[in-house]
């Protein structure tokens, strides 16, 4: 069986190299037959001859075409059996590709591995969010104040551990689009991604639809990957305005127009309240162990990426981690909450 790589590439041409180099490193010596396919959704004349120098096949769609689009030319470009779909800000670790090979070529549909925030594999990033009218309600009623907030964490934490302590392939579509691995009759069953999505909610509404038609998706923590996170939307002065619209499609499709209306209209009218005052530290003094530590760009700390420390000790972000503004909550082994703290900038 042959595996077409795909990535859709938007001024990152520096993480599109090192995201291929990965690629051809992890399949090394496996046997696999893989095609390389490289679409440029933006760049300008230095970073398109980047792109051009790279072992990959250039398709230049001459605009931009937003994620699902870049998606879907790359898909259509290729007769391969098994298709890998990936944003260039990720770096699959030694075993990956393969791992994720295997499931599809066992009869998995979809796949997709575990993902770390940092090259030093200590902070697991979450899986994706559950997409379900109660989940959407009880994230909107959590900026209402710290108790609701607890109790959405609460909810949130049982979703994202149920993935995190997985030692076998678990069956699962809520999976993250940066990376997945699916076969050709996964594809045509769903049909392609929705280009209505400009960017973001793309594969979540692809893996919804696979759901619904009864294609079968699996995490697999054997797989792992680094997901240097929002490296392209970032660059994106537009990315703020895309998800508002791409949630608002989201919304109505899934949940329906009166749903849908009846969350924003909540959104719009009831105020953030801010939750309790936390403590600042550059670092967590954790006098038990084994606990895990949990790490939110959010004030009301989930979805969160999140350590297991085994040994009492002080504890601080992985050197690379210098995003600011960052929310730290210390749970035992059943989820309750020891402590939470806001994170100094830059550990």
């Not at 689009?177 to 076969?183: D, F, N, R």
Request: proline share 8%; hydrophobic share 40%; net charge neutral.
């Amino acid at each position: 069986m042959r595996l077409a790589a795909i990535l859709v590439h938007y001024h990152t041409p520096d993480l599109a190299a090192a995201a291929l180099d990965a690629l051809r490193a992890d399949v090394a010596g496996t046997g696999l037959e893989v095609e390389w396919l490289l679409v440029d959704n933006g760049s300008d004349a230095e970073e398109r001859a980047k792109l051009a120098a790279l072992p990959a096949r250039l398709i230049d769609p001459g605009r931009n075409l937003g994620y699902a689009g870049g998606v879907n030319l790359g898909v259509a470009s290729t007769e391969a059996e098994l298709i890998l779909l990936m944003n260039p800000d990720v770096l699959v670790l030694s075993g990956c590709v393969p791992a994720l090979v295997d499931r599809l070529r066992d009869g998995t549909a979809v796949a997709g591995p575990a993902f770390f925030w940092d090259r030093s594999r200590r902070l697991l990033l979450p899986p994706a969010e559950r997409r379900t009218r109660r989940d959407e309600l009880t994230a909107i009623l959590s900026r209402r104040g710290e108790g609701w907030a607890a109790r959405a964490r609460r909810r949130w934490r049982r979703h994202a551990r149920r993935h995190w302590e997985a030692r076998e392939p678990l069956p699962s579509h809520d999976l993250s689009g940066s990376l997945i691995a699916l076969s050709r009759p996964a594809w045509e069953a769903v049909g392609p991604f929705d280009e209505g999505f400009r960017l973001f909610f793309e594969e979540t509404d692809w893996l919804l639809r696979a759901r619904d038609r009864g294609v079968p998706s699996w995490y697999v923590p054997g797989a792992q990957a680094v997901h240097l996170y929002n490296q392209s939307a970032g660059k994106e002065p537009r990315a703020k305005g895309w998800f508002e619209d791409s949630a608002r499609r989201f919304r109505r499709r899934h949940y329906g127009p009166w749903f849908a209306e009846t969350l924003e209209n909540l959104d719009s009218r009831l105020p953030r309240r801010p939750g309790p005052r936390l403590a600042s530290a550059s670092q967590l003094d954790l006098p038990k162990a084994p606990v895990w530590v949990e790490v939110s760009p959010n004030p009301e700390g989930f979805p969160a990426a999140a350590e297991r420390v085994l040994e009492p000790g002080i504890w601080r972000l992985p050197e690379e981690i210098r995003e600011p503004g960052l929310i730290a909550q210390v749970t035992d082994a059943d989820g309750r909450e020891i402590l939470r703290r806001s994170l100094e900038a830059g550990n």
